[in-house]
């Protein structure tokens, strides 16, 4: 069947990959949500021939995937940027993303976590040294919060899920999930050391993929001091292909958290997390490392 014939079939998979054909465009899709937005910049990520690159851009363009906004006048230079259609590509990307690591990284098993020494952990420490993508999520009244910009040294505890008393909460089997439990533990517990990370010059914020206003229930219910704020469209997830795993229906990070410099650059991170109260101890050592105020 003619690739043409495919994207005419009455199927929406069939016509997504008349737009989505070849595994370069989700490549493309991919860094451009994680902040790589310039020709060259993309050319030198992905190693693809500049005609090639080419060819594929404009094709996105073409079909309402990206966008270009230009740059430079002389010479005419553009970025590439996700449209509201790319945008809904996210999830996509990010089902790829815990497929390939569960079922060809992996075991198949479903977990919440993963081993030290796996490629996902080598995955994820490796974007220290890597700025956040512009990213604005959603807190509790869902006006959005933005994670990058705010000229100071911030702690993104992003956590599997966490629900208010008399609320729908958490999904069948949860408990038996390796590294689901835990979530309120280790908010109550950031919220008993705000004071401290306040005082070494970081400020907090729980991320979760839950809708905002579970995370506003939960907020007041546990008292948390500081904010939780939504990824529920995988802005965050997909910018920096973080970790995630699927219950109840629901896409959700895997624990981990990140200490993000002034300038947005991420400078340390916990992943696998195994301890979710001590890991706040930790982070809040790393927090004092950094910014070089003794406690």
Same mark, same amino acid.
Request: some cysteine.
């Given at each position: ?32 949500? =994680? ?11 992905? @190693?693809?021939?500049?005609? /090639? ?62 081993? /030290? ?11 220290? @040294? ?19 910009? @705010? @000229? /100071? ?41 705000? /004071? ?42 997909? =910018? ?37 109260? =001590? ?17």
């Amino acid at each position: 069947m003619r690739r043409e014939d495919l994207a005419d079939a009455d199927c929406g998979i069939a016509q997504a990959l008349g737009v989505l054909g070849d595994w370069w465009t989700f490549l493309i899709v991919r860094d451009v949500a =994680g902040g790589t937005t310039r020709f060259d910049a993309l050319q030198r990520e992905l @190693g693809v021939s500049r005609r /090639a690159l080419t060819e594929r851009l404009a094709a996105l363009v073409e079909h309402g995937v990206l966008e270009r906004r230009p740059y430079s006048r002389h010479p005419p230079r553009f970025d590439y940027l996700l449209t509201p259609k790319g945008e809904g590509l996210l999830p996509v990307l990010i089902a790829l993303q815990d497929w390939g690591t569960r079922h060809l990284m992996g075991d198949g098993e479903l977990t919440a976590t993963a081993d /030290a020494d796996s490629a996902e952990a080598r995955r994820v420490h490796d974007l220290i @040294g890597r700025p956040l993508p512009e990213v604005a999520l959603p807190g509790p009244d869902g006006q959005p919060v933005a994670l990058t910009g @705010g @000229g /100071a040294w911030s702690v993104l505890y992003l956590f599997p899920g966490a629900y208010a008393p008399g609320t729908q909460g958490y999904p069948p089997g949860w408990a038996d999930i390796p590294g689901a439990r835990g979530c309120t533990l280790e908010s109550t517990t950031y919220a008993d050391r705000y /004071a401290d990370f306040q005082t070494s010059g970081a400020r907090v914020w729980g991320v979760s993929t839950q809708r905002p206003d579970q995370l506003g229930d939960f907020a007041a219910h546990a008292g948390l001091p500081f904010p939780l704020l939504s990824d529920q469209d995988g802005r965050l997830a997909a =910018g920096l292909l973080l970790p995630t795993f699927r219950a109840g229906g629901i896409t959700r990070f895997k624990r981990l958290t990140l200490l993000v410099d002034p300038s947005s650059v991420v400078r340390a991170v916990q992943f696998p997390v195994t301890d979710p109260a =001590g890991s706040v101890q930790e982070m809040l050592t790393l927090v004092r490392e950094h910014t070089r105020i003794p406690g």
